[in-house]
């Protein structure tokens, strides 16, 4: 039996979610799992979704209690063979003999950018860096969702082995049509609001675009882009960019087969799920330098210095010429492959530890 941390899976879309229940769907072909969560409003939910698991709820919102006060008691009288913290950090001070701790990272961005991320509110900085050292001191087992994520850690914790599994690979995906009122073509980035995704450098290179003559607007999905639109008010920025908000998953995927370039020029990513996702809907892809991208990418990605206003401009016409957005359909798929042969499956690799 195998217990996992499914607390993260009450945000739909997020890449770490999207992970875990990747995760979840290879371990049930030959384990029995124990999803735990905090709240009993969510323990419905899984109950409905993974009516093959067992569901137990430990009630508490705060986080270091529940995993290292309310998580032991539960591993103590369970027993389970394994125990996975799915998103970084959550592992447990004390647990059974016995009890086997995997946990999963996706990335040790916060470490990179100190100031940006722990610096900002120190007592949250030093709950994140203690509870990162502590998990990846105590796991039997890491799993990174990168060959970068992999070498961060080992240089980080000095570990000989981390071992590597990328998500799973999506399979190409048809159009639908999309709502009345989107654009009949434009562009479009998916990748969240973190400042080092670089979307303020983006709305402004997208206006020099239209500045230059270029037709095509900017959609942006997701949330958290309140505080930058207030900024940008009033300014030349904002021209063109239509802010979608946070939309179904089935709309996401419309918007991203019907996009002419997706736009990612994030500065650092643990993997970039969304540039497997434009790959996997035909679609070309402006992709950043740092950590995994190029590593996701392969041949198939345009990639820009996201932290360079000038050269995402410069990108966004390179990834619209004509030549490019005739070969990205089957350079995207043929990097979907190779990726796909280079996956692992979560039960050969738990299997091994167990």
Not at 127 to 141: E, F, K, N, P
Not at 332 to 347: C, P, S, T, V
């Amino acid at each position: 039996m195998i217990a996992v941390d499914a607390r993260y899976l009450r945000r739909a879309n997020v890449g770490i979610s999207v992970y875990l229940r990747d995760l979840i769907a290879e371990l049930l072909a030959g384990y029995r799992l124990v999803l735990l969560t905090s709240s009993d409003a969510h323990a419905r939910r899984l109950r409905i979704e993974y009516p093959a698991c067992d569901t137990v709820v430990l009630p508490e919102r705060r986080e270091l209690v529940w995993e290292q006060r309310l998580l032991p008691r539960f591993l103590a009288r369970a027993r389970p063979d394994a125990y996975i913290a799915g998103a970084n950090r959550g592992l447990p001070a004390r647990s059974p003999r016995g009890t086997r701790l995997i946990l999963v990272v996706h990335d040790l961005i916060p470490l990179r950018w100190p100031v940006r991320h722990l610096l900002r509110d120190p007592f949250r900085g030093a709950r994140y860096v203690h509870g990162t050292a502590l998990s990846l001191a105590r796991a039997d087992l890491v799993i990174a969702n990168s060959r970068s994520t992999a070498t961060d850690v080992a240089t980080l914790r000095r570990r000989r082995t981390v071992t590597v599994r990328y998500p799973t690979i999506p399979s190409l995906r048809a159009a639908g049509t999309l709502p009345a009122g989107w654009p009949e073509g434009f562009l479009l980035h998916c990748g969240g609001a973190d400042p080092r995704k670089n979307v303020e450098r983006l709305l402004a290179a997208h206006a020099g675009y239209l500045a230059d003559g270029g037709t095509l607007p900017l959609v942006v999905l997701g949330t958290g882009f309140d505080a930058l639109r207030a900024k940008l008010r009033g300014g030349p920025a904002l021209a063109g960019a239509v802010f979608a908000g946070q939309v179904s998953e089935e709309l996401k995927w419309r918007a991203l087969a019907h996009a002419t370039a997706v736009l990612y020029p994030s500065s650092w990513e643990g993997f970039g799920l969304p540039i497997l996702e434009a790959f996997s809907a035909g679609t070309a892809v402006m992709a950043g330098l740092g950590g995994a991208q190029r590593e996701v990418g392969g041949d198939a990605a345009l990639y820009v210095d996201g932290r360079d206003r000038d050269a995402i401009g410069d990108g966004i016409w390179r990834v619209l010429d004509p030549g490019w957005q005739a070969a990205a359909p089957a350079r995207g798929y043929a990097q979907l492959e190779l990726l796909r042969h280079a996956r692992r499956d979560a039960l050969e690799i738990v299997g091994g530890l167990l």
